[in-house]
């Protein structure tokens, strides 16, 4: 019984979930060649009843734009890195955790392109007329971080996970370099997650959880933006050697984001969430993330 508590505590923690949403305007076209290396710093809140987890994570990443027959497309590959402390209500008393920093799971992905998506030179990126754009794309996420069975929260998550999305979009612009380019965007998803076979000494296992996220940007000036975010999901009911440790739950979050183009080169992202629902009761969750995008 006491392996399927801890188990149950340990599922509340899983930030793969959190750490795969894209934000906005994440799947903006761009040109043909396009290279981005990125950095960005991740902090996450979370409360449920008693229990206080605050977790911090630097993910550098790499993604590169491509042609797949004649479509725009991408590569990408990150690998993040962080901690965890706080506190945990283990209903025998409350006790503290202290994850030093440690290695994260090494994702890789890709984005095809399939409808308003042409792979676009520079000079034809500049002269495309914008508007309904739609695509495909995956995330995979590698048991490659740093797990142990004897702790309560791990930044690995020891399981192989996949989220695959269908990015949608709808741009109102006379030209990509329009000044005031207003966008639309919706993503559905789905998180598909492997079994981890040592969950204190269990098989965990987790039910898909299909998420979507929404965003309305506008670019304000050549060097500033900003979007109005939201995001929702539903499903990830947990077991533990045949058990349930955690229903299926439903929430909702809210949030900003301020970008800032510093150069042709050099660009940030800011932006903050907050839970505004959660059938998890006496639960909250908010963060923030901050990217550096250096383009070549």
Known sequence: MLRIMLAAIASVFMIAGALAQDGARAYFLLPEGTN???????????????????????????RRTIDI???????????????????????FGVVPVNNSLALG???????????????????????HKPGFRAGVAAKLFLPTGDYSS????????????????????????DS??????????IVPSVHIFGDNPNAFGSVSSQDPLWQVEGHVTHTFS???????????????RTTAGGVETAAAHQSVALGATLGLVLSPQLALRLSYVE??????????????????AFMF
């Open 176 to 185: 990509m370099i329009d000044p005031t380019i207003t966008t639309f965007e």
């Open 69 to 91: 027959g004649g479509n725009a497309g991408a590569i990408l590959i990150g690998l993040p890195i962080g901690g965890l402390s706080g506190v945990i209500d283990t209903g």
């Open 275 to 292: 839970q505004v629902y959660s059938s998890v009761s006496n639960s909250a969750r908010r963060s923030v993330e901050l990217t550096a």
């Open 150 to 173: 004897t702790r309560l929260t791990n930044l690995g998550q020891n399981r192989w996970s996949l989220q695959a999305s269908v990015p949608l979009s709808y741009v109102l612009a």
């Open 105 to 127: 799971d090494l994702f890789v992905g890709g984005e095809l392109g399939l409808f308003g998506s042409p792979a676009l030179g520079p000079m034809e990126y500049a002269q």
């Open 222 to 236: 050549p060097m500033v933006w900003a979007a109005l975010d939201a995001y929702a999901e539903t499903g990830g």
């Open 36 to 62: 981005i290396a990125s950095l960005t710093a991740y902090g996450l809140h979370t409360e449920v009843g008693a229990t206080r987890i605050d977790t911090g994570v630097l993910t550098a990443s790499y």
